[in-house]
């Protein structure tokens, strides 16, 4: 941790997440506008940014700031959740394809590769469409696509340590298999993992707004960004503001975690650190 | 080489034939029955049996599975349920466009992201440095589809200086079709005002779509001259009097790249999914706007044929990649890997 502050970079990346996460916990008490996720005021429609509306209002009157901090709940929800599942499929299956040799291995890391190759988005695509488009439809696709990126990195960090000394001496003095996985290999691979998921935090979210913005995510009128910038395109170029401010949020929490991610990358692979 | 090449290409086999198993897991979940939703609100249970029957929904699983790998493999991908037409010939007609489209990204980003890395490598952890590598964070930090709009919104709409929309101006009519690429097929039809406006409009979409591809390949660059630069021969090389400029333009470069090749064959793979948003929002008429009229209009076949194109496409770039790299660096395809 203390290392990770000296690098200025990835400081800089971590208060940003803080900020969101306060903000995020806060956000009905720190929108000027609390109900202004659902309500509408059509008198004050599409007013650019002054005093009373710091990012301005947007086609419904309502205020954009305040939608703003509202979105940020459940933007970071939904990246906790998707890079959550991720992470609860991927792992044991990294760790079990990494452990075993023979069909299961094979089979495991085939069924991985599959989903590797076809990109992230098309896919998600492909399955929220066929299960009925809705915000639960693009966490649970989300989620379906990311846990290979997982699996792929735990598996290298278990075959990578399989072959270690002290996973030997475990072995002979009678250690369980599921017991050196889960109590020596998992602590061990946990720093690839957690830069695993920094990174997947700012990817999901980014995706996540994606598919908002193709109208395949979060429904009207909630208040996630995608979506906000996805209405505001019918109100160009008048209403410039409308889709500026939803869409330097998504940059500035996605920059946060990609900082941070690049920061923990580091840290985690010393021979990077030695070449920066 | 060809040894090489042929051992690649059975590699991504299996890989290719679990896309299509998978594209039939997937079209087997749909909730709703496509066969009524087909036929429509007023449809009758006779005309959806018969719908059903037309489009072989009514056989055994593991009958539809073999049929539907048969026709895949024969460019069969049924026909569209929402037009009617054959899904192969609709994809076929949107494939170049996109190809186009994500040519162009690549090979700007490939132009700006390498230099740009070898010149943050050479001014390690100087002011240079820094710039490119917060740059590369930030580039990849940003939504391609609020990017397309802030470009439209500041070149198209208020400097009115480059289409806002599509891959032609419309009054110029469009050439013959020969390769489905504009920028080669207006040359050959002769017409140098079509060609100008083909660039025109190409231009936001790709640097919109190159952006992300700039920070990548940057980053990636930037690391792997660092890494060659810790490397004995340049030492040498320098004790001989190779000037800087040479040494790095040249020897560095070569032994460096190859790690940034990689990252271009995965790069294909979210150039592609940024193609989907980028067209959308410029009207792009590729493989991405199809994906999303198929998704709105629930049109299941195009979007799982758009899936398993794609996965092919994906696959052949990255055997092109780890190709590119073999000629780039003899030692790997020698290593057996």
């Given at each position: 941790m203390r290392r990770l502050l000296r690098d200025p970079v990835a400081t800089l990346g971590f208060g940003l997440i803080l900020l969101a996460v306060f903000v995020a916990l806060f956000a009905p008490w720190l929108a000027p506008y609390p109900d202004d996720a659902f309500d509408?005021?059509?008198?004050?429609?599409?007013?650019?940014?002054?005093?009373?509306?710091?990012?301005?209002?947007?086609?419904?009157?309502?205020?954009?700031?305040?939608?703003?901090?509202?979105?940020?709940?459940?933007?970071?929800?939904?990246?906790?959740?998707?890079?959550?599942?991720?992470?609860?499929?991927?792992?044991?299956?990294?760790?079990?394809?990494?452990?075993?040799?023979?069909?299961?291995?094979?089979?495991?890391?085939?069924?991985?590769?599959?989903?590797?190759?076809?990109?992230?988005?098309?896919?998600?695509?492909?399955?929220?469409?066929?299960?009925?488009?809705?915000?639960?439809?693009?966490?649970?696709?989300?989620?379906?696509?990311?846990?290979?990126?997982?699996?792929?990195?735990?598996?290298?960090?278990?075959?990578?340590?399989?072959?270690?000394?002290?996973?030997?001496?475990?072995?002979?003095?009678?250690?369980?298999?599921?017991?050196?996985?889960?109590?020596?290999?998992?602590?061990?691979?946990?720093?690839?993992?957690?830069?695993?998921?920094?990174?997947?935090?700012?990817?999901?979210?980014?995706?996540?707004?994606?598919?908002?913005?193709?109208?395949?995510?979060?429904?009207?009128?909630?208040?996630?960004?995608?979506?906000?910038?996805?209405?505001?395109?019918?109100?160009?170029?008048?209403?410039?503001?409308?889709?500026?401010?939803?869409?330097?949020?998504?940059?500035?929490?996605?920059?946060?975690?990609?900082?941070?991610?690049?920061?923990?990358?580091?840290?985690?692979?010393?021979?990077?650190?030695?070449?920066? | 080489m060809l040894r090489y090449l042929l051992r690649r290409l059975a590699l991504s086999l299996p890989a290719l034939l679990g896309l299509v198993l998978l594209t039939f897991v997937l079209s087997r979940v749909v909730p709703g029955d496509p066969a009524a939703a087909l036929a429509g609100d007023a449809a009758t249970p006779a005309q959806i049996a018969e719908i059903r029957g037309q489009y072989g929904l009514d056989r055994p699983l593991a009958e539809q599975a073999l049929i539907h790998l048969k026709q895949v493999v024969q460019g069969d991908f049924g026909r569209s349920i929402?037009?009617?037409?054959?899904?192969?010939?609709?994809?076929?007609?949107?494939?170049?466009?996109?190809?186009?489209?994500?040519?162009?990204?690549?090979?700007?980003?490939?132009?700006?992201?390498?230099?740009?890395?070898?010149?943050?490598?050479?001014?390690?952890?100087?002011?240079?440095?820094?710039?490119?590598?917060?740059?590369?964070?930030?580039?990849?930090?940003?939504?391609?589809?609020?990017?397309?709009?802030?470009l439209q919104l500041v070149f198209s709409m208020e400097l009115d200086i480059l289409p806002?929309?599509?891959?032609?101006?419309?009054?110029?009519?469009?050439?013959?079709?020969?390769?489905?690429?504009?920028?080669?097929?207006?040359?050959?039809?002769?017409?140098?005002?079509?060609?100008?406006?083909?660039?025109?409009?190409?231009?936001?979409p790709a640097v919109t779509l190159a952006l992300p591809g700039i920070a990548t390949i940057a980053r990636f660059t930037r690391s792997g001259v660092l890494e060659t630069l810790q490397k004995d021969f340049v030492l040498y090389a320098r004790a001989a009097g190779y000037g800087r400029v040479r040494l790095a333009a040249i020897y560095v470069l070569r032994n460096a790249v190859t790690v940034t090749v990689t990252q271009i064959g995965l790069l294909f793979g979210a150039l592609i999914s940024g193609a989907v948003a980028v067209e959308a929002v410029f009207d792009w008429p590729g493989l991405g706007t199809y994906a999303v009229q198929a998704i709105l209009a629930a049109d299941y076949k195009a979007l799982l044929a758009v899936t398993l194109v794609v996965g092919v496409v994906y696959a052949v770039v990255n055997v092109l990649v780890d190709l590119a790299q073999a000629l780039i660096d003899p030692r790997i395809a020698g290593a057996g890997r």
């Open positions: 509408s005021h059509l008198l004050q429609r599409l007013r650019p940014p002054s005093a009373e509306f710091p990012f301005g209002t947007d086609n419904l009157g309502r205020d954009i700031l305040s939608r703003v901090i509202l979105g940020t709940r459940d933007a970071l929800t939904v990246a906790l959740a998707v890079v959550g599942a991720a992470m609860l499929i991927g792992v044991p299956v990294g760790l079990v394809a990494g452990w075993r040799e023979g069909w299961l291995a094979e089979l495991l890391m085939r069924v991985t590769d599959v989903f590797l190759a076809v990109p992230q988005l098309i896919l998600a695509l492909a399955l929220g469409q066929l299960m009925a488009p809705g915000i639960g439809t693009a966490m649970l696709a989300l989620a379906l696509t990311y846990w290979p990126f997982f699996a792929r990195t735990v598996f290298a960090e278990t075959r990578r340590l399989r072959g270690a000394l002290f996973v030997d001496a475990l072995a002979g003095i009678g250690a369980s298999p599921a017991r050196i996985l889960l109590l020596h290999v998992l602590p061990n691979a946990a720093p690839a993992i957690l830069v695993r998921a920094t990174i997947g935090m700012g990817f999901t979210i980014l995706t996540a707004a994606l598919l908002g913005f193709l109208g395949v995510g979060a429904a009207p009128p909630s208040p996630d960004w995608g979506l906000m910038v996805s209405e505001a395109r019918q109100h160009l170029p008048e209403a410039w503001w409308f889709p500026t401010f939803p869409g330097l949020a998504i940059f500035l929490l996605v920059l946060g975690f990609n900082l941070l991610g690049d920061g923990l990358r580091d840290l985690a692979d010393p021979r990077l650190r030695r070449s920066r | 929402f037009s009617g037409r054959p899904v192969a010939e609709e994809i076929l007609q949107r494939l170049p466009a996109t190809l186009e489209l994500t040519f162009a990204a690549l090979l700007l980003a490939s132009l700006i992201g390498i230099p740009l890395g070898l010149i943050a490598a050479l001014h390690h952890n100087g002011l240079i440095d820094h710039l490119v590598r917060l740059m590369s964070v930030g580039g990849l930090a940003i939504a391609s589809f609020w990017l397309a709009i802030m806002l929309r599509g891959r032609l101006d419309v009054a110029l009519g469009s050439p013959p079709r020969l390769t489905g690429f504009l920028l080669p097929d207006t040359l050959l039809a002769g017409r140098l005002d079509m060609f100008l406006s083909a660039c025109r409009h190409l231009v936001l």
